[in-house]
């Protein structure tokens, strides 16, 4: 349901972006694969941004480029629990308003919809 394209942040603000598609939820294994292919290395490249997204749920407001892999990775595990009536609720709510300014919101309103 949830796809971000992430990429190195120092090869970005350099002008010689360097990313890929990450579909959410993915192990451990595959983001450490993901940032090592893209050069987040923990030593010259240390942050990563989050360039482009494709969701398959509505109203989904608080995906940002400064996003945490980890907090993506929870939520998207926690949709990929709902059922059909509960991403219903799920997206009626998130379109509805106040409560989809970040990811942790998002994860809250999970929360509140099962």
């Known amino acids: 349901m949830i796809e971000a394209y992430i990429d190195n942040a120092g ?18 294994e595959a983001v450490q694969s993901l940032l090592a292919r893209i ?8 942050e990563y941004l989050i360039t482009d997204y494709r969701v398959g749920i509505f109203g989904l407001t ?3 480029e400064n ?3 980890d907090e993506l990775n ?3 595990s926690l949709l990929n629990d ?3 009536e509960e991403i219903d ?8 308003g106040n409560h989809s300014g970040s990811v ?3 994860i809250n309103l999970v929360y509140c919809v099962n």
């Open 11 to 28: 090869k970005y603000a350099e002008g010689q972006p360097q990313g890929e598609w990450l579909t959410f939820p993915a192990t451990r």
């Open 39 to 46: 050069g987040v290395d923990g030593m010259e490249y240390q």
């Open 62 to 64: 608080g995906l940002s």
């Open 67 to 69: 996003s945490d892999i």
């Open 74 to 76: 929870y939520f998207a």
């Open 82 to 84: 709902l059922s059909f």
């Open 89 to 96: 609720r799920f997206e009626a709510a998130a379109i509805r």
């Open 104 to 106: 942790k919101d998002l």
